[in-house]
């Protein structure tokens, strides 16, 4: 868990730079925050249907760190006799891309939507990238129902609001965000441009970080008002 024993959240707008053989910046910092000199994270990938491409490239990108590693699958059944106890005995949860969707009804079918919760409050901080981003909010833009980009209002709702992920690299993310924020079909929020994440401590958003520069996030609300928030850029290696 976090050093500090609050409430972590880092939600990513997807697209984090990933150097062959290394962890990811936004990865780094979420391990950095729970102040162990071997940090406990577990990855889950059920948006992209438990790929195990995607889990063995994890583990791949920490060989050699002071970290140890496990992953949570659900397809075709649990990987692991507890997931309660696995998901709770760690410093750090990852959750990767793809359908939040259908992300989001599976977890609930395995009560993960309890148990992610128990974990937040229990001081585990909590990250995730495009579809691991939005479902800790009420809901955001997803392509998880074909290919044009639609709402989707089934978050978790740890964190009020809505999150947008893809601003700046997906050209139908930013008008559609307007949109249902205007007609009230999702509710203010907040959108990340690639490879930068937005850090919450105890459900207030703290800082803005990034693995790249000129990236931002902006706080978008009623009436198409949009607040660019800079992000400090992960790169210099502080926490």
Known sequence: MAADERKHVIAIGGGMM????TVP???DYALRLSGKREPRICT???AAGDDPRWALAMYDRFVGRSARMSHLAL???PNVADPPDLLLSQDVI????????????????HQLDVILRKAWHAGIVLAGSSAG?????????TDSFGRSLRAFTGGLGFLAGSFCPHYNSESGRRPLYHQLIADGTLPPGLACDDGVGAHFVDDELTEIIADRPDSNAYMVMPGIVETPMPARDLRDGSL
């Open 25 to 27: 910046l936004h990865l």
């Open 133 to 141: 981003g939005i479902c800790w909010f009420e809901g955001g833009t």
């Open 75 to 77: 397809f075709p059944m």
């Open 18 to 21: 990933m150097p062959e053989g």
């Open 94 to 109: 990852f959750v990767g891309g793809g359908s939040v969707a259908n992300m989001l009804a599976v977890w609930r079918v």
């Open 44 to 46: 889950i990938n059920t």
